[in-house]
């Protein structure tokens, strides 16, 4: 009886019926001794007239306790519902199916953002920790008594202040990652020559790449401009990031960065390759997360805190285009990016 149908329900009501009334008709008839041929059609008759009597009321019963349920999740979905509409138990079965996939997807959706905001405070306090324990450090170790200790003294305020600017660039990072994903820096859109922004950021990077015994080449450099739309402050912080990480995870002695520009129809794709560490295939899905980092200790000394790829990231697809990432270990890395041409 537990999964019974207003049909059900309302034929099995009608055939009780049915017979106690033809077998009330049968009594009645033979107590007074006539035998009525009608008394044949007492069954079929009261069994089709309570059958639709029930079936009717059965049906409008549960009607009107759904009818309850379904304003309810209507109400939750924020339509607004006609009170005069009727609605089909069918129509109510797919709303409520509708509302249930709703509602599963909502709390995935939830379930996500929390994860993810747990693992990004996670992350940061794990991040601001080492520096903050090594300024606590330097500066103890001043206070009792290294500060008249001229072995120490000065190269223990360098390192507390290295520690200092280690914290700044990572609040710095934080700011610009938080900025582009909630919209607050808008891009601000210009047409660009592509060989003199590539030229300039090559130029102030030359430096570090020298001391690090890795040689910059921007190869086939284009004699006439490469007009694009892009945000210029933008790209400029994306190619810095670039080369930077391969000057940083470039090969220890003759390292060599090559920057390429390929022309592709209404794009120009930029190629970064350089021949360092390079980085094993199962990192390459998570390289653009933020504080991913592959080699910890080594991204520590060099002042990394794993946030430049994700907002290399941010501000290509602020653009519309995207970035990829070739890379063999003890090979070398090749991240290329596409920008639409002006
Ligand atoms: N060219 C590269 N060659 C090898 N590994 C790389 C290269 N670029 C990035 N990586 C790896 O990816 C990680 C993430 O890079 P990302 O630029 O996001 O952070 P970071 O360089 O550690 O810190 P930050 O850029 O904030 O100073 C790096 O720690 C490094 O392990
Ligand atoms: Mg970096």
Same mark, same amino acid.
Request: proline letters at 2%; a negative charge.
């Given at each position: ?9 309302? !034929? ?9 009334? %033809? ?7 033979? *107590? ?42 209507? #109400? ?9 509409? =009727? ?7 797919? =709303? ?5 996939? @709703? ?19 996670? #992350? ?5 920790? %080492?520096?903050?324990? #090594?300024?606590?450090? *330097? @500066? ?19 390192? $507390? ?26 891009? /601000? ?31 086939? =450099? ?26 940083? *995870? ?12 390929? /022309? ?6 930029? =190629?970064? $390759?350089? #021949?360092?560490?390079?980085? $094993? ?5 998570? @390289? ?20 430049? !790829? ?7 697809? $602020? ?8 890379? %063999? ?9 596409? @920008?639409?041409?002006?």
């Amino acid at each position: 009886m537990k999964d019974l149908t207003p049909n059900g329900i309302a !034929l099995r009501i009608s055939f009780l019926m049915a017979a106690v009334l %033809t077998l009330l008709v049968f009594v009645l008839d033979t *107590y007074n001794g006539n035998s009525n041929l009608l008394i044949l059609a007492v069954f079929p008759v009261s069994f089709i007239a309570s059958y639709i009597g029930f079936r009717i009321a059965v049906e409008r019963f549960i009607y009107k306790k759904i009818k309850v349920i379904y304003r309810t999740i209507h #109400n939750l979905k924020l339509k607004k519902v006609d009170d005069s509409k =009727e609605f089909s138990l069918a129509q109510i079965q797919t =709303e409520v199916e509708d509302w249930d996939k @709703l509602n599963k997807e909502e709390i995935g959706r939830l379930k996500g953002l929390e994860s993810y905001r747990r693992e990004y405070v996670g #992350n940061l306090s794990h991040e601001l920790k %080492t520096p903050i324990f #090594n300024i606590q450090g *330097y @500066l103890l170790t001043l206070l009792e008594g290294g500060l008249h200790d001229p072995n120490i003294n000065v190269s223990y305020l360098e390192k $507390a202040s290295n520690s200092v600017d280690r914290m700044i660039s990572l609040i710095e990072n934080l700011d610009d990652i938080s900025k582009l994903e909630s919209g607050m820096i808008e891009m /601000d859109i210009k047409k660009v020559d592509l060989v003199k922004l590539v030229k300039e950021v090559v130029g102030a990077l030359e430096m570090q790449a020298q001391n690090n015994d890795v040689k910059l080449k921007f190869v086939d =450099e284009p004699s006439k401009p490469v007009w694009v739309s892009i945000d210029e402050s933008g790209i400029n912080q994306v190619l810095v990031n670039l080369i930077v990480n391969s000057i940083k *995870y470039g090969k220890e002695e003759n390292g060599e960065t090559l920057i390429k520009l390929f /022309d592709m129809d209404e794009n120009v794709l930029v =190629e970064v $390759a350089d #021949n360092g560490t390079g980085i $094993a295939e199962h990192h390459l899905s998570r @390289l653009f997360e933020r504080f991913y980092r592959i080699d910890k200790s080594r991204a520590r000394t060099s002042g990394g805190t794993g946030l430049g !790829l994700s907002i290399v990231k941010h501000i290509i697809e $602020a653009h519309n285009q995207t970035i990829n990432v070739r890379s %063999t270990p003890e090979v070398g890395s090749t991240f290329s990016f596409t @920008l639409k041409k002006a």
